[in-house]
C-alpha cells in the first residue's frame, strides 16, 4: 500500500467515506473524473497516489495499522 513517506489521517464526519472517494476519484487514474487527486497526479492502477477506505469495517482494520 506504500512506496513511500505517508500521512495517515482519519477524517471523521458524515458520509466521510463516500465524500472522500469522491474527492479523491476512481482507482484507475485514466478513469477519474477530472479535478480528482488521482486524475491529477496518479500515475497508474498500482501508483494513484492516494488510498482511502471503501466502507466503515475496512476504515476500521486500516486505521489501527497506524493508531
Known sequence: MTS???VPM???KE???DDLR???GAT???E???GTIRHEIGRDVE???????DSDENAA?????FF
Open 28 to 30: 484507475d487514474p485514466a
Open 47 to 53: 501508483k494513484n497516489s492516494v488510498h482511502a477506505s
Open 15 to 17: 458520509n466521510a467515506i
Open 10 to 12: 482519519v477524517l471523521e
Open 61 to 65: 482494520r486500516e486505521i489501527s495499522f
Open 32 to 34: 477519474a473524473a477530472c
Open 4 to 6: 513511500g513517506p505517508v
Open 22 to 24: 469522491a474527492l479523491i
